[in-house]
């Protein structure tokens, strides 16, 4: 048994290896680059990327535990399930779920605007040290998918994508410029050569949000969680599933196809009911919890009776973030402190940014659930 995604909780002895000296693909925009061993570049905005040496742990290794000594015992992967998720048998023990490493604000671009340097390399070392030990990248549209996927080719064995559309991106489909059709046989390469080569591990993000209708109107949404469930059940792959405020269509439409979905997936950052938390499990979902599943009292009542075995634990970074004035904060007790957080204005390499939440904070979530259920953080771990 094991979690598909990217931060869940795993025990594990060893980490896994990246190529020595593998060189970096250049992505799709300057601000987007790797560079290979001993290189450094600078930005489009004039910004030094760091050159990075052989003994980096993020290229000599990520089984380089005596260099990065990590502080957490617990293993944990960010975005997991506990079926088998596998494609060609990728994920052989527990994973976890959902952290966008492909959004621009981990190349220091906040709102169009840098703000800072380019430091995903950082991110990534922080959750490593933290215990993590694989990170599924979500894929929010088809840019973004391709993003996912090149960051699981330059980190192999730690990130795996998903490939897929997010609700309030559905209205990319009809303004592509060859139409609905064109996007969707796009992203069936993407997800086909992902998929084969192990690199993609689930389809979405994908469902409904009524919450945001002002970004994507109902029916846009309704027509293309549809059609992008076709290909899921096509391509026989797990499911990342979005649903806010939409539990009625969203049950519906998945219920209709069960048969077709033996691997089913999870619902991810799940902020729903009881009574809906109760129903997603019935038809064989996972459930995601980060920290806007721990916001209210009603949320922790809810996570207090998800079944820890149908249970996901994620950050969703760099959402998602649990803060002191959630109902969450009086359930941290013997969590980690969290590393030392600053304004991006004032930036370093070594800490974090305030308000950008990361993968190293995935800890403090595994306690806040053992807490809640009055189990210990090992439990929650290894269920």
Request: charged share 25%; proline share 7%.
């Amino acid at each position: 048994m094991f979690r598909i995604f990217a931060e869940l909780p795993q025990i594990r002895s060893s980490l896994p290896k990246l190529r020595p000296g593998v060189k970096l693909r250049k992505l799709v925009t300057q601000d987007y680059s790797y560079y290979p061993v001993g290189m450094s570049s600078t930005t489009t905005s004039g910004t030094a990327t760091p050159a990075r040496t052989p003994d980096d742990p993020l290229i000599a290794g990520l089984n380089a535990a005596d260099v990065m000594k990590p502080r957490s015992t617990l293993r944990y992967v960010d975005v997991g399930q506990r079926q088998p998720f596998t494609c060609a048998g990728v994920f052989a023990d527990q994973s976890q779920i959902g952290i966008n490493l492909s959004d621009p604000i981990f190349r220091g671009i906040y709102h169009g605007k840098r703000s800072h340097e380019h430091d995903l390399s950082k991110v990534v070392q922080r959750a490593v040290e933290a215990g993590c030990r694989k990170l599924m990248v979500t894929g929010s549209d088809l840019q973004e998918s391709r993003h996912a996927v090149q960051l699981a080719e330059d980190y192999p064995g730690l990130c795996y994508a998903t490939v897929g559309v997010h609700p309030c991106s559905a209205k990319s489909f009809e303004a592509h410029p060859s139409g609905p059709d064109a996007l969707m046989s796009e992203l069936r390469e993407v997800a086909t050569k992902a998929k084969a080569a192990g690199t993609a591990v689930a389809f979405g993000e994908f469902g409904l949000d009524y919450d945001r209708l002002h970004l994507c109107p109902k029916e846009t949404q309704l027509t293309y969680f549809k059609e992008q469930l076709d290909l899921a059940v096509e391509l026989h792959m797990p499911l990342f599933l979005h649903s806010r405020a939409a539990a009625e269509d969203f049950e519906s439409i998945l219920t209709a196809r069960l048969d077709e979905l033996p691997k089913r997936g999870v619902v991810h950052s799940f902020t729903g009911t009881m009574e809906e938390m109760k129903r997603i499990v019935d038809m064989g979902f996972d459930v995601g919890i980060n920290g806007c599943s721990l916001k209210t009292d009603e949320n922790i009542d809810v996570v207090r009776e998800v079944p820890l075995e149908r249970l996901q634990i994620e950050t969703d970074g760099p959402w998602c973030e649990m803060r002191p004035s959630h109902a969450s904060a009086k359930y941290l007790q013997g969590a980690p402190p969290p590393p030392k957080a600053v304004k991006k204005e004032k930036w370093t390499a070594e800490t974090m940014v305030k308000g950008r939440n990361e993968s190293c904070m995935i800890p403090r979530v595994a306690y806040a659930i053992a807490n809640i259920k009055g189990i210990t953080v090992e439990e929650v771990c290894e269920a």
